[in-house]
């Protein structure tokens, strides 16, 4: 029997995560943040899984209740940082920590850290006011789509579709930076 929920809570977990991400792809897509499909590398997927994960969450689940957008939409950000260095310099994107990535105050202005340093832009310019606009956007969204679901808090369940949320706005913000790079998707004929 425990076999079988915990299958059961699996696939809730995995059809959550789709929903979440092809609605967050659309809203991307509508903005001209990206080209309709979510852009991927399996090298920045691994940076979060095996490095930024636990220590993202960590912090994120500390400032959930009074700041739950940016506990969220910080992730985009970060998924935007380790798609900039990926695709600058494969030598120090392997070597960058989460802890590189981490503003002056810590958790709390990473956004600002990475706008500024990793990303090269002016806070109040105009391409890092559609990031943060975008990147807030899809934080509200997964949101309202975790209050949608009627999870107990602190529950275990409650935990799983949180980190997944957060895994879902890093590879949003990955494939955000991706595309803004140029990069694309094209069906080769063979």
């Not at 994960?53 to 960590?58: N, Q, S, V």
């Not at 981490?102 to 990473?110: A, H, Q």
């Not at 956007?137 to 579709?161: F, G, N, Q, T």
Request: glycine share 6%; proline share 3%; net charge negative.
């Amino acid at each position: 029997m425990l076999i079988f929920v915990f299958m059961e809570e699996e696939e809730y977990l995995r059809q959550y995560e789709k929903r979440l991400q092809d609605s967050l792809v659309k809203l991307c897509t509508d903005a001209g943040m990206m080209g309709g499909m979510l852009l991927e590398s399996d090298d920045i997927e691994s940076k979060f899984t095996e490095s930024f994960a636990r220590p993202y969450l960590t912090d994120a689940i500390r400032e959930y209740q009074q700041y739950p957008e940016a506990a969220i939409a910080w992730a985009g950000f970060l998924g935007m940082a380790v798609a900039k260095i990926w695709d600058a310099d494969w030598q120090a994107y392997q070597q960058v920590s989460y802890t590189d990535l981490l503003g002056p105050r810590g958790f709390d202005d990473m956004d600002e850290r990475i706008l500024t340093q990793v990303m090269g832009y002016e806070l109040d310019s105009e391409p890092a006011g559609r990031i943060c606009d975008i990147l807030s956007k899809c934080a509200a969204e997964a949101l309202a789509m975790i209050r949608h679901e009627h999870i107990e808090p602190a529950s275990p369940r409650a935990y799983y579709v949180f980190a997944r949320t957060v895994q879902v706005l890093y590879r949003i913000g990955a494939s955000i930076e991706l595309f803004l790079l140029g990069y694309k998707l094209e069906k080769l004929n063979m």
